[in-house]
């Protein structure tokens, strides 16, 4: 079993950069892709980033592209997203997910391991 802690999260004023974090435990995550999902109020689970287990390979969702940066320190079974220029609209719950199953890396259905979650939020 995996267990995997976020933090990190916080208020912060539109345009600020926080970093979340993702710390697993249980046994060693470098072996598996890893993400991050994020659920606003009253919407869906909406795909963030996937990196893979050697750190390579980053996958972004096409709108959050170029203001969000996945990596990981698997020395310290630790995953990051780096959020910068933050927006109202980035106000979420932010998820880590561990383990894809092998099918679409966008679709929450295939992760095997999930956070409890950390909530970001983003003030005018």
């Known amino acids: 079993q995996v267990q995997l802690v976020e933090s990190g999260g916080r208020l912060v004023q539109a345009g600020g950069s926080p970093r979340l974090s993702c710390a697993a435990s249980?046994?060693?995550?470098?072996?598996?892709?890893m993400a991050w999902f994020r659920q606003a109020p009253g919407k869906e689970y909406e795909f963030v980033a996937t990196?893979?287990?050697?750190?390579?390979?980053?996958y972004y969702s096409d709108s959050l592209k170029g203001r969000f940066t996945i990596s990981r320190d698997n020395a310290k079974n630790t995953v990051y997203l780096q959020m910068n220029s933050l927006k109202p609209e980035d106000t979420a719950v932010y998820y880590c997910?561990?383990?894809?199953?092998?099918?679409?890396?966008?679709?929450?259905?295939?992760?095997?391991?999930w956070g409890q979650g950390t909530q970001v939020t983003v003030s005018s």
């Open positions: 249980g046994r060693t995550v470098s072996t598996y892709s």
């Open positions: 990196i893979t287990g050697s750190g390579g390979m980053p």
């Open positions: 997910a561990a383990q894809f199953l092998g099918d679409s890396r966008e679709r929450r259905d295939q992760y095997r391991y």
